[in-house]
């Protein structure tokens, strides 16, 4: 009896029905098995109960999935975890003119790796409960209002490599549970309330390059530990009170240092002899009540600034301050220093036209000049309150002078474009030899270097541009600097535009992708550090015009139990199931023939890996522009690698084969079956695939650092200094151990080379490319089978082991012959093989010669 109004079904339709409903209840039940973890749902939306949001920016968070529905500054990682669930990644709050608290419910985002709320005016404590995110590598809380001491608990960030609490109130002492921060290369806490003496416990911290401290309520005396500190750049520790504390003299060993400033710290004593450093290149002790005279060990050569101002110092100027070749100040002013200046200080200086000096002498007991005081004019001296300014001639110098640096400036160069020809929010872009007058609209990033290595930044302006722009992946002509000012610290602020690059007249903009990558570059410190620039902070990204709707960051995409509601919604107001479900797999079976036919033969990827995303050829365009030339990383002989955003933020390496490649299926095949099983900190990881549309994509993390191919011959600018070789060679060999040792089954690579071996944001190696990699044999398993694999010699020319090309015979020597080859390379920068040469023999001949 049929239902009325409906037509009386079949048993045949009946089942079919069936099963189809039965497919869309399971893809619903698959659908909420990958949401985002519940317990991290909970917290927060106790997060955001405890912050006052006025502008609405956290609206998202009231409606769906966090991973799944666009939440503002969620990122989550992109695939689900162990148990089954998302999890957030990311936590990005920058500059949102929140208030309020922080919630403890923080700790429970367990797999949390960036906290930013940098930027807000968000009071209360710091919870200690924050102490529990083992997996946390960036915790950013400054510019911000909170008050109270620092948790203990915070000691337990075991992967921390940069705490920012900098601008806030907190108070009490520094806890000695931060030596236990042994991956913290920066501990930025200035500019707060800190009280008590400086643990010595942080000279233990193996790899901390910044410790920023100044402007709190330090005391006591300084720890002579610091100097063991064995990788510290910079320390600033000015204004602070460490009353009658003198310098330790181990500072002027510390071998490393390029910048010491202590201004206004209450100290007393000598200064230390800095003629055992030959990286100095900033000291400030001014404003103290240092005594003695000043050291005359020779100095570095990179010293840019001097101040010595403002304390009790005896004796005349040392021979060694002169002929310092990027000296820009010199401030002895306030002190009781007596006898002749040397004019050998500015007179074997040539400065060109970007280049100042600031010579400040005054109010000591100097008494003449030896030699001619005649200065160039792009040279100050200040002579005022001194005897020798009873000579006439002098009198030019004996009056009040520029003090310090004006770098207030707007270097926009519009290479004589016609005037409002651009309309607004377009801009000119900076020339490139290849355009000019090219109207596009720009990013807007705040950025504020805290402490630089220099005085006056206009000499380092080219250099400056150079380095932003490599950081980016970009051209200078995209880098523009819209304006410098020196602030209170000194600290040098900025505003830069980013610019797109000249494609054709109808490209202006950035596109979604490019715009959230390279705020993630500023936000997640994706740009290396710099020795001269020093630490940076990032203040805001503005986004204006056709930007303003491109999402903040955050998860994308629908979510899956939503997607699977709609669908069952469908289904269930449908007049007709039958009919729909017959022309939607009727229309899937033709796109699929049609993608077939496209496909090179026995491609397709039968089996799910678990862990491993089949990516669709419609995401990948999208990740890279349509393939863009400018996405363009790198390219080999199985084809071009890209630099893509997911739709989730996540950066990655994009290698995609082209026709006629040198490496084939078995090869795309052989990488994603052995990725998807290794594990390892120093192997490349594999995020997923592309298998459709007659194209093969590997998917990989992406490697900002590019190969170490590329850092030894120069194509990167990145000098390797022998520390981080011997870094590169030791996560080499790890990578390369893992394979052969704890792989299950063990692995022999076959094709190790430097440029299969990438280098991350920290220079950590990762080995790369197992496309032509076989499995070793396991004796225990299989047998008396030998320790060898036969097969067809394949490798590259110069790193192949001559035992295996004259035997067919790969083992594991193999692979540690070709990396002693990388090794020789990375010793002696040559190639494996050049101009006929082979390092191996070259090597060989000189070390008997010996």
């Known amino acids: 009896m049929a239902i009325l109004g409906m037509p009386q079904l079949t048993s045949a339709k009946l089942r079919m029905n069936f099963v189809l409903c039965l497919c869309w209840y399971l893809l619903l039940i698959c659908a909420d098995s990958q949401r985002t973890d519940p317990d991290e749902v909970s917290a927060l939306r106790s997060i955001k109960k405890s912050l006052n949001d006025p502008y609405g920016y956290l609206a998202s968070w009231r409606r769906g999935d966090p991973c799944n529905s666009?939440?503002?500054?969620?990122?989550?990682?992109?695939?689900?975890?162990?148990?089954?669930?998302?999890?957030?990644?990311?936590?990005?709050?920058l500059n949102r003119n929140l208030t309020g608290s922080l919630s403890p419910e923080l700790g429970r985002l367990s797999y949390l790796i960036i906290l930013d709320v940098m930027w807000n005016n968000i009071s209360g404590t710091i919870p200690k409960e924050i102490g529990s995110i083992t997996t946390l590598e960036l915790l950013l809380l400054n510019g911000n209002q909170l008050t109270g001491s620092l948790?203990?608990?915070?000691?337990?960030?075991?992967?921390?490599?940069?705490?920012?609490?900098?601008?806030?109130?907190?108070?009490?002492?520094?806890?000695?549970?931060?030596?236990?921060?042994?991956?913290?290369?920066?501990?930025?806490?200035?500019?707060?309330?800190?009280?008590?003496?400086?643990?010595?416990?942080?000279?233990?911290?193996?790899?901390?390059?910044?410790?920023?401290?100044?402007?709190?309520?330090?005391?006591?005396?300084?720890?002579?530990?610091?100097?063991?500190?064995?990788?510290?750049?910079?320390?600033?520790?000015?204004?602070?009170?460490?009353?009658?504390s003198m310098i330790p003299s181990s500072y002027g060993n510390m071998s490393r240092l390029l910048k010491l400033s202590l201004r206004n710290c209450s100290l007393q004593g000598p200064i230390p002899n800095w003629s055992n450093n030959p990286n100095i290149a900033y000291i400030d002790l001014s404003l103290n009540q240092l005594n003695g005279t000043i050291p005359t060990g020779a100095l570095s050569e990179n010293i840019t600034t001097i101040d010595l101002s403002s304390n009790n110092l005896t004796g005349t100027i040392p021979a060694s301050f002169s002929s310092l070749p990027r000296l820009q100040k010199l401030s002895l002013a306030n002190n009781s220093l007596s006898g002749s200046i040397p004019s050998t200080i500015w007179q074997n200086r040539t400065l060109n036209s970007t280049e100042r000096l600031i010579l400040d002498f005054g109010y000591n007991m100097f008494s003449n000049i030896s030699g001619s005081p005649l200065a160039a004019p792009n040279i100050t001296i200040g002579l005022q309150g001194n005897p020798v300014c009873s000579n006439n001639i002098l009198l030019p110098f004996c009056g009040p002078h520029e003090e310090d640096f004006s770098n207030n400036f707007n270097t926009t160069n519009l290479n004589n474009c016609p005037p409002q020809i651009c309309p607004p929010p377009y801009e000119y872009a900076p020339a490139s030899p290849s355009v000019r007058c090219f109207c596009a609209v720009p990013l807007f990033i705040g950025y504020r270097l805290k402490s630089p290595g220099f005085s006056d930044f206009?000499?380092?302006?080219?250099?400056?541009?150079?380095?932003?722009?490599?950081?980016?992946?970009?051209?200078?002509?995209?880098?523009?600097?819209?304006?410098?000012?020196?602030?209170?610290?000194?600290?040098?602020?900025?505003?830069?535009?980013?610019?797109?690059?000249?494609?054709?007249?109808?490209?202006?903009?950035?596109?979604?992708?490019?715009?959230?990558?390279?705020?993630?570059?500023?936000?997640?410190?994706?740009?290396?550090?710099?020795?001269?620039?020093?630490?940076?902070?990032?203040?805001?990204?503005?986004?204006?015009?056709?930007?303003?709707?491109?999402?903040?960051?955050?998860?994308?995409?629908?979510?899956?139990?939503?997607?699977?509601?709609?669908?069952?919604?469908?289904?269930?107001?449908?007049?007709?199931?039958?009919?729909?479900?017959?022309?939607?797999?009727?229309?899937?079976h033709i796109k699929?023939?049609?993608?077939?036919?496209?496909?090179?033969?026995?491609?397709?990827?039968?089996?799910?890996?678990?862990g491993m995303k089949d990516f669709t050829y419609g995401e990948m365009a999208l990740a890279t522009n349509d393939f863009n030339s400018l996405t363009v990383v790198g390219q080999g002989g199985y084809g071009k690698v890209h630099r893509g955003v997911l739709s989730d933020g996540t950066v990655v390496?994009?290698?995609?084969?082209?026709?006629?490649?040198?490496?084939?299926?078995?090869?795309?095949?052989?990488?994603?079956?052995?990725?998807?099983?290794?594990?390892?900190?120093?192997?490349?990881?594999?995020?997923?695939?592309?298998?459709?549309?007659?194209?093969?994509?590997?998917?990989?993390?992406?490697?900002?650092?590019?190969?170490?191919?590329?850092?030894?011959?120069?194509?990167?600018?990145?000098?390797?200094?022998?520390?981080?070789?011997?870094?590169?060679?030791?996560?080499?060999?790890?990578?390369?151990?893992?394979?052969?040792?704890?792989?299950?089954?063990?692995?022999?690579?076959?094709?190790?080379?430097?440029?299969?071996?990438?280098?991350?944001?920290?220079?950590?190696?990762?080995?790369?490319?197992?496309?032509?990699?076989?499995?070793?044999?396991?004796?225990?398993?299989?047998?008396?089978?030998?320790?060898?694999?036969?097969?067809?010699?394949?490798?590259?020319?110069?790193?192949?082991?001559?035992?295996?090309?004259?035997?067919?015979?790969?083992?594991?020597?193999?692979?540690?012959?070709?990396?002693?080859?990388?090794?020789?390379?990375?010793?002696?920068?040559?190639?494996?093989?050049?101009?006929?040469?082979?390092?191996?023999?070259?090597?060989?001949?000189?070390?008997?010669?010996?």
């Open 592 to 610: 699929k023939q049609h993608t077939s036919s496209k496909r090179r033969p026995s491609t397709r990827i039968s089996i799910k890996l678990d």
């Open 458 to 588: 206009l000499p380092y302006e080219n250099s400056f541009k150079e380095y932003i722009s490599s950081g980016l992946g970009m051209n200078t002509s995209q880098l523009d600097i819209d304006s410098v000012a020196w602030q209170k610290g000194p600290r040098l602020r900025m505003y830069l535009k980013i610019f797109p690059a000249y494609v054709n007249d109808s490209v202006r903009t950035f596109n979604r992708s490019e715009i959230i990558w390279i705020r993630e570059m500023f936000g997640g410190w994706g740009i290396r550090d710099n020795e001269v620039f020093g630490p940076y902070e990032f203040l805001n990204f503005t986004l204006v015009g056709p930007y303003r709707e491109v999402p903040p960051p955050s998860s994308s995409g629908l979510s899956k139990g939503a997607l699977a509601g709609v669908i069952l919604g469908t289904i269930a107001g449908s007049v007709s199931l039958s009919a729909i479900v017959s022309i939607f797999i009727l229309r899937r």
């Open 70 to 93: 666009n939440w503002t500054g969620i990122v989550c990682y992109n695939r689900t975890l162990e148990d089954g669930h998302f999890h957030v990644r990311e936590l990005l709050l």
């Open 151 to 244: 948790p203990d608990e915070l000691g337990n960030l075991s992967n921390l490599d940069r705490i920012q609490i900098d601008q806030n109130h907190i108070s009490g002492p520094i806890p000695p549970s931060f030596s236990n921060l042994r991956k913290a290369k920066h501990l930025h806490m200035n500019n707060n309330s800190l009280s008590g003496q400086i643990p010595a416990e942080l000279s233990q911290l193996p790899v901390l390059v910044h410790l920023l401290l100044d402007n709190n309520n330090l005391s006591g005396p300084l720890p002579p530990e610091l100097s063991e500190t064995p990788n510290l750049l910079i320390l600033q520790l000015d204004n602070n009170n460490f009353d009658g």
């Open 653 to 850: 390496a994009i290698k995609r084969a082209q026709e006629g490649s040198l490496q084939g299926e078995k090869e795309f095949l052989t990488e994603i079956e052995l990725l998807s099983r290794l594990h390892h900190r120093n192997l490349v990881s594999l995020i997923g695939y592309c298998d459709e549309e007659g194209e093969q994509m590997l998917i990989y993390e992406f490697m900002p650092n590019g190969t170490l191919r590329d850092h030894l011959s120069g194509k990167s600018k990145v000098p390797l200094s022998f520390a981080m070789r011997v870094k590169i060679a030791l996560g080499s060999a790890r990578g390369v151990l893992y394979l052969h040792t704890e792989a299950n089954p063990p692995i022999f690579h076959r094709d190790i080379k430097a440029t299969n071996i990438l280098l991350d944001s920290r220079f950590t190696a990762k080995v790369a490319d197992f496309g032509l990699s076989r499995l070793a044999p396991v004796p225990e398993l299989e047998g008396d089978v030998p320790s060898y694999v036969s097969t067809v010699v394949k490798g590259t020319p110069g790193y192949l082991d001559p035992e295996y090309f004259l035997t067919h015979k790969l083992t594991d020597k193999s692979d540690v012959y070709s990396l002693g080859v990388v090794f020789l390379e990375m010793l002696t920068g040559m190639h494996p093989i050049s101009h006929g040469k082979n390092i191996v023999r070259e090597v060989n001949v000189a070390y008997r010669s010996v």
